[in-house]
């Protein structure tokens, strides 16, 4: 069984005004031009949309406070198999992450399974994603993706988590 306690909301359970956490919605009802934020990072020029959008409760892990996040394309053509996962809060924080479904992920099915059970989310509205690190060895360059602590995405609720997951044979450091 998943631990997922310590990733449950530290708001109280009732609906007064400072227990509502803004939705995806709220978040951008009060942006200029036509909902949409422009953000510049290292990467380069980006511009999301509500609808590029996801809101992350409990943020990620080291940053609980950030909550909005938008998935975007890369600018690079070589890389369209990976995405974009950048706070709408902070433009400098930013993730490369390589998307999968319920279906052909690098979690065992079982594990994927349990995560939707947990999680409530269906196999059609699953989406995973994983945090890539590219690393220049020098001559090389040399990619790896977390495994053991993947994004966990609702895409019908446009909502996400990561979860530490707790089994060790998921490598932090998985190549690719």
Known sequence: MLEHDMY?????TTEDESSVVPTVETYFENMPD?????IK???GEFEFSADQSLMFENGLVGFQD???FGLGNLPYDNMEQFKL????EVPELSFIVLPMGAEGSALEDSDVE???STFGISKENLALLFIVTIRNMGESIKMTMNLRAPIILDMSRRTGRQFILPNQKYSVQHEL
Do not use: A, G, R, T
């Open 8 to 12: 449950k909301s530290e708001h109280p």
């Open 34 to 38: 036509n909902n949409k934020i422009q």
């Open 41 to 43: 990072n290292q990467l």
């Open 66 to 68: 950030v909550k909005q």
């Open 85 to 88: 996962l950048q706070s709408l």
């Open 114 to 116: 349990e995560l939707m």
